[in-house]
Each structure stands twice: as structure tokens, then as C-alpha cells.
């Protein structure tokens, strides 16, 4: 009897010991569940917040073909097939504005079938001036002659990107001038004029290609070639515009990146053909500067660019004193607007006599990411 009561009353504790821990297990189980779906709300939030600053930006993470999952092992698989913290720029996509004022300058070249859209104002202002004898009767003064001109251009330019790391670069400008002359005797003008005149400038037609990838030590180098053809006014109401004349422009430009700043180096020779016996010398040029990403909005960029041209020949005979030394110092600034917009502001001031006392130039950049090919 004892033993049958010893029996059942060990049967009943491992049955109620059974019981708790199943209930202790089950209550485990749901607060493990409860702290999982705590953990994926968590996660997802911040997802949300990352795509989100990443469109701001313009990156954007590579779509997943990740079947249906619960949500629970959906968010682990994508957790384990990217680390965290990290993102694919997708060609194309670069939004930042260091990247953008680089393909601006020729120094970025656009990916195959993306087209960019740039239109440009730009003001210059010259002033040179010479002495002159004046005679006034039987006297002889030693005067001035002031030259002042204002031009004004208007440019429109397209770029568009081409398979096998290259580029077709087209513009046309539009050039406003005014050339008034000024002549004093003992800083009193004694005689004044002023002519205006305006046409369509020489059409451009260029083509780079990358031939170097940046390196650990070597810089990213690009080549380009540029046609200047003959198709712009050279003179309208006896005002010269600067075209009319065939040129042949190639240069070499390197870009080393160490973000947030991107140096960039230029070297370029440009050849004038002779047109009416009358052959403008050729130039020589090189720039030096960079550019620097205040956020990924903004960029700045300081150059200074310094030039040669050789003496102008008339009928194969050189014109002494026609040769130029040009240096100029240029201080910019660019800021996304808004996706695909960018917006350009820049200043020269020349640094020799030959060089334009100041200019200052506003662009606006439309891309167009889509693909035209």
C-alpha cells in the first residue's frame, strides 16, 4: 500500500514538474518571438532611413531576387548578403556635385548613352590702353588711348557619353561685344567712340576618350580632340568676334581623386589654319587646380591657367609684338538644385596685361540618366 502511494505521488510530481517547465518554455518561446519582432521593426526603421539618405544622394542598392520569406528570415538573408554600412553606386547614378563640376570641366567623362545639357552666360570685361601723340596747332601733347570691351556669350553645350570610355562633345556660342575707345590729354578725353556688334561664334565639335585608369600612384588620364570650325562671324559693324578661323585643339587632362578633393591638371596645344593669309599664332596652354566637395551637394574649385600664343602671321610674315602671355586665376562653385540639375558659378581675374581683366560665368547643367542607348 505504501509503495502504490509512493508510486502515485512521484507519477504526480514529474507530471507538475513537466507542466512547469513546458509553461516556463512556452513563456521563453514567446518573449524570445516578442524580442525578434522588437529587433525587425528596429531594423526595418532604419532601412527606411538609409534608402532614404541614399536617394537623397543618389545612390541606390542593387534589387535582390530574394524569394518570399518570412519577415523574420527575409531581413537575415538581406542582412548576411550585404555588410552593413555598405552601398553600390550604380553606374550613372553619381549625384554628388564634385562629380558633376568634374564632367563639366572635361575632366569626368559621362557613362555610355547619359547626356548632359549645359547652358552658360558669360560677362568679360577688357581694358588696355596706349600712349598716343596728340597735335592741337603747332603743339604736340602726349596722350592715352583707352580701349574698353565688354562681351558678352552665350553658350549652349552637349555631352553624351560613348561605349568604350569615350565622349562626343558639341557646342555653339553666341558672342555680344562692345569696343569703346577713349582718348585723354592730361586725363581729359578729347575724343570718344563706340561700336557694338553680335553673331553666332565657331561651332565645336570634340571627341575624349579615358586611356588611363587611376591608379595607387597614376591618374585617371583622358584625350581629347577638338575641332573649331569656320562657321562663326568674324567681324559684325567692323567689331571683331573672335571666330571665322579653322582651329585643331588637343590636350591631355589628369584627375587624381583623394575625397574630398580631386586634382586636375591640364596640357593642350591648339593649332589656327591660315584663312585670307591671316593665321592668328598657335597656343600653348596648361592648368593646375581642383576641386573640393563641401558636402554632396556642393563643390568648390580654384584653377589658374596660363597660355602662350605665338606671333600672328600676315601673308608668312610674322607681326612683331603680336605674341600674348595669358595667366588667370578662377575661383567657382557649384550645387545640385535639385536631381539632375546643377547649378555653376565662377570668376577669373587675369594676371598679366594680356589676359582679360575679369569675367564671371553662370551655368545651369541638365542630365539625363536615362540611357539614350
Keep these: 500500500m505504501k509503495n502504490k502511494f509512493f508510486r502515485i505521488t512521484l507519477v504526480m510530481y514529474v507530471l507538475t514538474l513537466s507542466t512547469t517547465v513546458s509553461q516556463a518554455q512556452a513563456a521563453s518561446v514567446q518573449e524570445l518571438e516578442r524580442k525578434l519582432q522588437e529587433r525587425d521593426k528596429v531594423i526595418l526603421e532604419l532601412l527606411d532611413r538609409v534608402e532614404a ?9 542593387p534589387t535582390s531576387n530574394t524569394p518570399d520569406l518570412p519577415s523574420t528570415e527575409k531581413n537575415l538573408t538581406q542582412d548576411s548578403a550585404q555588410e552593413p554600412g555598405t552601398v553600390v553606386v550604380e ?55 583707352k580701349l574698353k570691351v565688354d562681351t558678352l556669350i552665350a553658350d549652349l553645350q552637349t555631352r553624351l557619353g ?20 577713349v582718348r585723354n590729354v592730361n586725363f581729359v578725353p578729347v575724343d570718344t567712340s563706340s561700336d557694338s556688334g553680335s553673331g553666332w561664334g565657331d561651332l565645336r565639335v570634340g571627341l575624349a576618350k579615358t586611356l588611363v585608369r587611376e591608379g ?19 567681324r559684325d559693324n567692323e567689331v571683331p ?29 591648339e593649332h589656327t589654319f591660315e584663312d585670307n593669309d591671316i593665321q592668328p599664332g598657335s597656343i600653348l596652354a596648361a592648368i593646375l587646380g581642383g576641386n573640393l566637395a563641401l558636402s554632396p551637394e556642393t563643390a568648390l574649385s580654384l584653377f589658374l591657367s596660363t597660355a602662350y600664343q605665338n606671333d600672328t602671321e600676315i601673308n608668312g610674315n610674322k607681326v612683331a ?8 586665376l578662377q575661383l567657382g562653385g557649384s550645387t545640385l538644385l535639385a536631381k539632375g540639375t546643377l547649378l555653376s558659378l565662377s570668376s577669373g581675374m587675369g594676371l598679366t596685361d594680356d589676359a582679360d581683366d575679369f569675367s564671371i560665368s553662370f551655368s545651369l547643367t541638365k542630365r539625363f540618366n536615362t540611357p539614350l542607348f
Design 162 to 181: 560613348l561605349p568604350l570610355d569615350s565622349q562626343l562633345e558639341i557646342g555653339l556660342p553666341y558672342r555680344w561685344r562692345e569696343v569703346e575707345s
Design 241 to 269: 568676334l573672335g571666330g571665322g578661323f579653322n582651329e585643331l585643339r588637343g590636350s591631355l587632362t589628369a584627375i587624381k581623386r583623394q575625397d574630398p578633393i580631386a586634382f586636375v591638371g591640364e596640357l593642350s596645344y
Design 321 to 328: 609684338g603680336s605674341d600674348r602671355t595669358i595667366g588667370t
Design 53 to 61: 539618405l541614399e536617394r537623397r544622394v543618389g545612390v541606390q542598392r
Design 91 to 145: 553606374e550613372g547614378a553619381a549625384e554628388r556635385a564634385l562629380e558633376r563640376s568634374l564632367s563639366r570641366e572635361g575632366a569626368l567623362l559621362l557613362p555610355p548613352g547619359v547626356l548632359d545639357v549645359e547652358t552658360s552666360v558669360t560677362y568679360v570685361r577688357q581694358e588696355d590702353s596706349s600712349p598716343v601723340f596728340v597735335r592741337s596747332g603747332n603743339d604736340v601733347f602726349v596722350g592715352e588711348t
Design 216 to 234: 595607387v600612384w597614376n591618374p585617371d588620364l583622358i584625350g581629347r580632340i577638338t575641332w573649331d570650325t569656320d562657321t562663326g562671324n568674324k
